[in-house]
């Protein structure tokens, strides 16, 4: 079935608000139903994960805290669009660039490229959330050194190759979806074997 246009919205009222999430509680009637439905929506803003590939082949991942779940985790880097006046594109594109840097320390080299490689939606029955994904090719440390913007929970920064995390992802060592996610969108368009 296509996604029509046609889908009611009969109420929707505001649960909780902060300014990276807003929940809401919906009454929707289905295309091509009569059946009303409740649901909880949890808004969020765009977001961006970023796969930075250095010109040695080897990807940089971050080990960050994440607190809901208790754990540690290795991670592309990744961060929330902020609001802005700017072209959707250009927004996407400026804030996976600076992410990166905040992130890992590490930032495009010159003439280097940034390649969209579409989005996904990560929680979507729940979440409006939508992580765009990008390859940054090649990075290098910035000459700053590899330590990340202080209001992140990041722990560590390091390099790791393609056979080391292919390993991590069998071993489950990584539990990351954005990472899983765009680790397969990296090897369903042959940017790895």
Same mark, same amino acid.
């Given at each position: 079935?296509?996604?029509?246009?046609?889908?009611?919205?009969?109420?929707?009222?505001?649960?909780?608000?902060? $300014?990276?999430?807003? #929940?809401?509680?919906?009454?929707?009637?289905?295309?091509?139903?009569?059946? #009303?439905?409740?649901?909880?929506? @949890?808004?969020?803003? /765009?977001? @961006?994960?970023?796969?930075?590939?250095?010109?040695?082949?080897?990807? #940089?991942?971050?080990?960050?805290?994440?607190? $809901?779940?208790?754990?540690?985790?290795?991670?592309?880097?990744?961060?929330?669009?902020?609001?802005?006046?700017?072209?959707?594109?250009?927004?996407?594109?400026? %804030?996976?660039?600076?992410?990166?840097?905040?992130?890992?320390?590490?930032?495009?080299?010159?003439?280097?490229?940034?390649?969209?490689?579409?989005?996904?939606?990560?929680? /979507?029955?729940?979440?409006?959330? %939508?992580?765009?994904?990008?390859?940054?090719?090649?990075? /290098?440390?910035?000459?700053?050194?590899?330590?990340?913007?202080?209001?992140?929970?990041? @722990?560590?920064?390091?390099?790791?190759?393609?056979?080391?995390?292919?390993?991590?992802?069998?071993?489950?060592?990584? /539990?990351?979806?954005?990472?899983?996610?765009?680790?397969?969108?990296?090897?369903?368009?042959?940017?790895?074997?």
């Amino acid at each position: 079935m296509n996604d029509p246009e046609d889908w009611r919205i009969l109420e929707i009222n505001s649960l909780f608000r902060n $300014p990276h999430i807003a #929940v809401f509680q919906e009454r929707v009637i289905l295309p091509g139903e009569s059946r #009303v439905r409740d649901w909880t929506v @949890v808004r969020r803003k /765009q977001a @961006v994960v970023i796969a930075p590939l250095t010109s040695d082949g080897k990807f #940089v991942l971050i080990h960050q805290a994440r607190i $809901p779940v208790r754990k540690f985790l290795w991670e592309f880097p990744a961060g929330q669009i902020d609001d802005s006046l700017q072209p959707a594109s250009e927004m996407i594109r400026e %804030t996976a660039l600076r992410e990166l840097t905040e992130e890992t320390g590490y930032s495009l080299i010159a003439g280097g490229n940034l390649t969209y490689l579409g989005h996904y939606y990560s929680s /979507q029955g729940y979440s409006d959330e %939508t992580p765009h994904l990008f390859l940054a090719r090649p990075v /290098q440390p910035t000459g700053f050194g590899q330590k990340p913007h202080e209001s992140e929970s990041i @722990v560590e920064c390091r390099e790791f190759s393609l056979e080391e995390l292919s390993s991590m992802i069998a071993e489950n060592v990584i /539990q990351d979806a954005n990472t899983l996610a765009l680790f397969a969108r990296l090897s369903a368009r042959k940017f790895i074997p």
